[in-house]
């Protein structure tokens, strides 16, 4: 299947550690990611396990938490890792079946040298992905990385011998400091209120109807079976018009729907109309910056973020941060400027006070909850935010890079630029996981917006 991290990387099939050959990083945006089996073999596995323990250094046996999705290959990998670490004389946590945003928040409390996921967030069933944590539940820093590729690519990593083995032991009591840490967080309760929870077949598909229990909601759950074979298959954040159409149908007063790690959400009203991450942002950074609780009184967006976010803050006197597509670089701004809320459209939320990367039942707490302290409906609280059409194209290229910066594109889009007069916005990057040009345009309606991207792809293919 295209579009598998390791392919895009430019890495061939890994029959043995050993044997890696010396090219592109490993690690991509957000771990390594492929067709388990195919690319992410378990060989590879189990040498990023012995590489990450001798890339970590320290002194004693350290501790590595490791948690999974739901998806089939989980158990077949989580055992390649854990058996790669033991084999460099390091322990390890299983968590289960857990968020990744758990894994990153239990890491410190249980005080490991690291945590490990094993998942591929949005993907397809048949990918599965490793992404590491450090001892702080932040993302593994590249220079770390960079140490695990090494000792990967020259099989230098230690062997523990007799009773140096590590040891594999399970932390299952671990998630009930998780959900603590998620009931804390609530502005008001939710008794009475009535939320369809979609759980994707993934790693939510028992905390994210809990939690919510918890706090008094009355839940109706959907794909909350756990069957891994169809994580993320037309269900779950990146289908949320099926959200929607539940909410309705049930009569229910709003909807949460989580990807396969949870680490992002998508929400819909009581209509039916389904909310993404803009909207959860405004609401959100309106309320804290009301209550004095907006640091710097910023908030940081990627470059997709709608116009309609943009033109709120401004309104309200908050400062938007523009960063490039990925959670990742929203969160390295965010500590950079000092501000404590940031996200994607794709429902990526960090509330960087109380997670250390972006959690979806965290957002799914603070964001119903917000609505219930405010004596609001979800149409109500994000009607704050006017969005503006925004209309997608891909288009394939040979070269994305080239294709997306040539003079006949570059002078298509300020052509459209002029002709929308601030009433608009024009985006034309190149795909960083696949031979495609992204193009993106804002306007006020969406025949306007639909007629500029037609123009500026027609003008791209013409070009690749």
């Known amino acids: 299947m295209p579009g598998a991290f390791l392919f895009h990387l430019g890495l061939p099939q890994i029959p043995t550690a050993a044997k890696m050959p010396a090219v592109t990083r490993l690690f991509g945006t957000d771990g390594v990611r492929g067709v388990a089996n195919r690319d992410l073999t378990p060989e590879l596995v189990f040498s990023l396990g012995r590489a990450l323990v001798a890339a970590l250094g320290g002194r004693g046996r350290p501790r590595i938490a490791i948690g999974r999705d739901t998806r089939v290959s989980g158990p077949m990998l989580q055992a390649a890792l854990s058996a790669g670490i033991c084999s460099a004389g390091a322990d390890v946590l299983r968590l289960g079946v857990i968020p990744t945003p758990a894994v990153a928040f239990l890491t410190p409390l249980l005080e490991a040298e690291a945590g490990a996921v094993i998942s591929a967030s949005h993907n397809p069933p048949e990918d599965n992905g490793i992404k590491f944590f450090s001892a702080d539940g932040f993302k593994l820093p590249d220079e770390v990385e960079d140490r ?171 400062t938007v941060i523009e960063t490039q597509v990925g959670d990742r670089y929203v969160l390295e701004e965010m500590r950079r400027r000092g501000a404590t809320l940031g996200g994607e459209q794709s429902g990526h939320v960090i509330f960087l006070e109380q997670a250390t990367t972006g959690d979806g039942l965290l957002t799914a707490v603070r964001f119903l909850s917000l609505a219930r302290r405010k004596g609001a409906s979800l149409k109500e609280l994000t009607s704050v935010l006017r969005r503006y059409p925004q209309v997608l194209e891909n288009v394939p290229a040979t070269d994305p890079r080239a294709a997306a910066a040539g003079p006949a594109l570059s002078d298509a889009v300020r052509r459209a630029e002029q002709e929308l007069e601030g009433r608009g916005r024009v985006l034309v990057r190149a795909s960083g996981t696949e031979p495609l040009v992204r193009i993106m345009v804002e306007a006020e309606t969406e025949e306007e917006a639909r007629r500029h991207a037609d123009a500026l792809s027609e003008v791209a293919r013409s070009a690749s």
Do not use: K, W
């Open 148 to 318: 695990v590729e090494g000792l990967m690519r020259d099989d230098s990593a230690p062997r523990a011998l007799g009773e140096d083995v590590g040891r594999v032991s399970d932390a299952p009591e671990a998630v009930e400091r998780y959900l603590d840490h998620l009931v804390s967080s609530a502005e008001a309760r939710l008794d009475g209120m009535r939320v369809v929870v979609d759980c994707a077949n993934g790693a939510a598909f028992r905390l994210g109807p809990r939690v919510l229990e918890l706090l008094g909601a009355d839940v109706e759950p959907m794909h909350a079976e756990g069957d891994g074979a169809a994580i993320n298959v037309g269900s779950g954040a990146t289908a949320p018009e099926l959200l929607g159409r539940a909410v309705e149908e049930m009569e229910a007063d709003a909807g949460v729907a989580f990807d396969g790690d949870a680490d992002r959400a998508m929400f819909a009203d009581a209509e039916g109309n389904v909310i993404d991450g803009d909207h959860v942002l405004a609401a959100c950074a309106l309320a804290m910056h009301e209550r004095g609780q907006l640091p710097e009184e910023t908030v940081v967006v990627t470059v997709m973020a709608n116009l309609g976010l943009r033109r709120a803050m401004a309104a309200a006197g908050i």
